[in-house]
C-alpha cells in the first residue's frame, strides 16, 4: 500500500497549487510507478473547474520521470482552496493501481544562504544553489573580501549576462566595507542617480572596477524602518573580466 500523510500532501498543495510536485519514494519499478501516476494525472485532469464546469480544474498535471523518480506535476491556477480534492482524487487513483511506497511532496534544496526578501532587489536572475569553498558565487575573484560579522542572505545569477549577486546582512551599517573592497583594489566611484528603491531604503551606490572584473556595491537598510532602521544591508554584482 502506498504509505502518506494525506493532510501534509493537501497543505503542500495549497501552499504552491501553481507549481506542486508530488514524488513516489521507495518503489523498485519506476515503470509501475509511473503508470500509477499517469492514472492519478487522468484523475486530476476529470476535475471540473470550479468557475468553467466544462473545463478541467488543472491548468495542467502530469506525470513525469526525472532525477528525483517517479514525479506528478500539478498546476492548479488560482485554487489551492481544491488541494485537498485534488490530493484525494490523486490518492484514490493511486491506490486502485495498487503501487507501493511513499508519496511525498518534492521540495527544492534549502539554499546555501538565509533568503532575506529586502535583500531581493534584482530582476532577471536566478537563485543560486550552490556557493565555492568560500561561502561565495563561484564569479567572485580569489581572496574577495566578505563582510565581517554579517549573515549571507542572498546568491543570484543573472541569467542573460555573466555577472553574479551577493547580498549579506546584520545589525550595524557596514560602514567600513568601502575601504575593504579599496584594500582588495577596487576603484569606488559613487553613482549620483536616484530611484524610488534607493530612496525608500536609504541605499548608495558604487560603481566597482578591479583587474579581475567590475560591478557595483550597494549599502541600504531595510525597507520600512523610517527614521530607526535595526537591518543593514550591502549587495555586491560582479562581472568577472573576459
Not at 139 to 147: G, L, R, S, V, W
Not at 168 to 173: C, D, E, I, V
Amino acid at each position: 500500500m502506498l504509505q502518506r500523510d494525506e493532510a501534509a500532501l493537501a497543505a503542500y498543495v495549497a501552499e504552491r497549487p501553481s507549481q506542486a510536485v508530488l514524488v513516489i519514494r521507495d518503489n523498485p519499478d519506476a515503470e509501475t510507478a509511473m503508470a500509477a501516476l499517469r492514472a492519478a494525472a487522468d484523475a486530476v485532469r476529470g476535475i471540473p473547474h470550479p468557475d468553467e464546469p466544462t473545463e478541467p480544474l488543472p491548468n495542467w498535471v502530469d506525470a513525469l520521470l526525472g532525477d528525483d523518480g517517479p514525479t506528478l506535476h500539478l498546476d492548479l491556477q488560482d485554487h489551492p482552496d481544491q488541494a485537498p480534492r485534488v490530493v484525494a482524487t490523486a490518492l484514490a487513483a493511486l491506490d486502485a493501481s495498487g503501487v507501493s511506497g511513499r508519496l511525498e511532496p518534492l521540495r527544492p534544496p534549502a539554499p546555501p544562504y538565509e533568503y532575506d526578501a529586502n535583500a531581493h532587489i534584482l530582476t532577471d536572475v536566478t537563485f543560486l544553489e550552490s556557493l565555492d569553498e568560500r561561502g561565495l558565487p563561484p564569479a567572485f575573484p580569489d581572496h574577495f573580501p566578505i563582510p565581517a560579522e554579517a549573515v549571507l542572505v542572498l546568491a543570484q545569477q543573472a541569467k542573460a549576462d555573466t555577472w553574479q549577486h551577493a547580498a549579506w546582512r546584520r545589525s550595524r551599517p557596514f560602514t567600513e566595507y568601502p575601504e575593504a573592497l579599496r584594500a582588495f583594489g577596487c576603484d569606488l566611484e559613487p553613482v549620483q542617480a536616484r530611484d524610488a528603491l534607493m530612496k525608500a531604503t536609504g541605499m548608495t551606490r558604487d560603481l566597482i572596477r578591479h583587474p579581475t572584473g567590475s560591478g557595483s556595491v550597494s549599502f541600504y537598510h531595510e525597507y520600512d524602518a523610517g527614521n530607526d532602521p535595526h537591518l543593514f544591508y550591502v549587495s555586491v554584482v560582479w562581472r568577472p573580466s573576459l
